[in-house]
């Protein structure tokens, strides 16, 4: 596809259970970026990655949070024994190269993620 | 106290009415960011600035870099501009990572 596309766009879970988030950039977009959005809070920075490294996982809020990317594409964004407060929209965004400041970043529409 | 504020944090204008965001943020920048985000979470990206002024249909961004201060204007407003602007910056120690501020949600009446 022509964007950004995140999967699934809904999902429900009970707390405690594990929940895999899909991120697939815009082809040929080297860096990918993923964020989140909690009710009423702004965007945080969660972790960025160059082709398939993380130089910058500063925002990951814990370790239940963790993410991949393969072949250079697809990004996994990964959270282990999900809590109440892991309730937020997910985004993910894409650039041409995440070194040049110049590059604007495209967001796709990010996974609603709720706890029960 | 948050590097990036917005004001107002809520805007409930009528169609046709001319519309100013601002913000303000305390860190040195390389860029600034105008982002739109409609009910249903999609993002896009307005402008991106780093000096001046520019201008994409009835909408304007402006940047004073001393101040640490920049609007964004739309003229003519129209309901389907209703939805959360959120101003974003490049801080000068990092050539990626966003900081964001919490956002002007704008309400605009028929």
């Known amino acids: 596809g022509a964007g950004v596309s995140q999967s699934p766009s809904n999902k429900v879970t009970e707390k405690g259970k594990d929940v895999e988030l899909r991120c697939d950039p815009i082809s040929g977009h080297t860096a990918l970026y993923w964020y989140r959005q909690s009710l009423g809070q702004g965007l945080e920075f969660l972790i960025y990655?160059?082709?398939?490294?993380?130089?910058?996982k500063s925002g990951l809020p814990s370790d239940r949070f963790s993410a991949e990317r393969t072949g250079g594409s697809v990004s996994t964004l990964t959270i282990q024994r999900t809590q109440q407060e892991d309730s937020a929209v997910y985004l993910c965004a894409s650039s041409l190269v995440g070194s040049r400041v110049d590059q604007p970043q495209h967001f796709g529409d990010g996974t609603r993620l709720s706890i029960l | 106290k948050n590097e990036v504020e917005q004001s107002p944090q809520n805007l409930t204008a009528q169609e046709g009415e001319f519309i100013t965001i601002n913000c303000s943020y305390s860190?040195?920048?390389?860029?600034l960011h105008w982002l739109q985000q409609h009910p249903g979470g999609g993002i896009v990206s307005l402008f991106m600035?780093?000096?001046g002024k520019k201008k994409h249909g009835r909408l304007i961004a402006t940047i004073n870099i001393q101040e640490k201060h920049s609007s964004l204007h739309i003229t003519a407003s129209h309901p389907r501009d209703s939805a959360v602007y959120i101003c974003?910056?490049?801080?000068?120690?990092?050539?990626?990572?966003?900081?964001f501020g919490k956002g002007t949600l704008l309400t605009v009446n028929p």
């Open positions: 600035l780093s000096s």
């Open positions: 990655f160059q082709g398939n490294s993380a130089p910058d």
């Open positions: 860190v040195g920048i390389s860029a």
């Open positions: 974003a910056v490049t801080p000068l120690r990092s050539n990626y990572k966003l900081t």
